[in-house]
């Protein structure tokens, strides 16, 4: 059994950062590529940033040069630092694998740019 648990959200003004994290229960984290998920109402969930269990990243274009994703397989924990966050930004955020494995989905966190 794996579970995903992610924290870290809240309500930011925009060009703020917030910093999420993703905290995994279960004894495989350190084995698969982990990607950060966010779905903002009326819109598909997008994968907006991955990483692999060796460290190399990907970013969508739309977060590129603004989002960090990192991660502590020690801790099994992901993380995805946001900076210069936008208003677009607002969504929930998910964690999971990069290929969204459905049982692994969890509750996410609310994530607002608003002033």
């Known amino acids: 059994q794996v579970q995903l648990v992610e924290s870290g959200g809240g309500l930011v003004q925009p060009g703020g950062s917030l910093r999420l994290s993703c905290a995994a229960s279960?004894?495989?984290?350190?084995?698969?590529?982990m990607g950060w998920y966010r779905q903002a109402p009326g819109k598909q969930r997008e994968l907006v940033a991955a990483?692999?269990?060796?460290?190399?990243?990907n970013y969508a274009d739309s977060v590129k040069g603004r989002f960090t994703i990192s991660r502590d397989n020690a801790k099994n924990t992901v993380y995805l630092q946001m900076n210069s966050l936008k208003p677009e930004d607002t969504a929930v955020y998910y964690c999971?694998?990069?290929?969204?494995?459905?049982?692994?989905w969890g509750q996410g966190t609310q994530v607002t740019v608003s002033s």
């Open positions: 990483i692999t269990s060796g460290g190399s990243t």
């Open positions: 279960g004894s495989i984290f350190s084995i698969y590529a």
């Open positions: 999971n694998t990069d290929l969204g494995n459905e049982d692994y």
